[in-house]
């Protein structure tokens, strides 16, 4: 079992940034992938970042974020982080971070999910 609990979600106005954490706990994270998604209501969950944990220059973007969120993570604190900066509106979701053995950009295939953070970007 992989332990995953986000925080760091909030109101920010278009512009501005947001730093989400993920706090990671459980089986050694070396064979796993680490990811962070978003979902609004009524769509499925959207891949945003994904690395495998010993491979941080790896890191995957999909292309809406490219440019303006990067992923970090914390060996020593066992933590991923997401530094979202450039916000924009359409940005607005509760944000879900997961991990997984194998890669995709799937939500459907990843087995472990944090309980979502909400970012709402607007004025």
């Known amino acids: 079992q992989v332990q995953l609990v986000e925080s760091g979600g909030g109101l920010v106005q278009p512009g501005g940034s947001l730093r989400l954490s993920c706090a990671v706990s459980?089986?050694?994270?070396?064979?796993?992938?680490m990811g962070w998604f978003r979902q609004t209501p009524g769509k499925e969950r959207e891949f945003v970042s994904a690395f495998p944990w010993t491979g941080i220059t790896s890191t995957v973007y999909a292309d809406s974020v490219k440019g303006r969120f990067v992923i970090t993570r914390d060996f020593v604190k066992s933590e991923v982080y997401l530094h979202m900066d450039n916000l924009l509106v359409e940005d607005t979701a509760v944000y879900f971070c997961g991990a997984d053995q194998t890669f995709s950009n799937s939500s459907g295939t990843w087995h472990y999910w944090g309980q979502g953070t909400q970012v709402t970007v607007s004025s």
């Open positions: 459980g089986r050694p994270l070396s064979k796993y992938y």
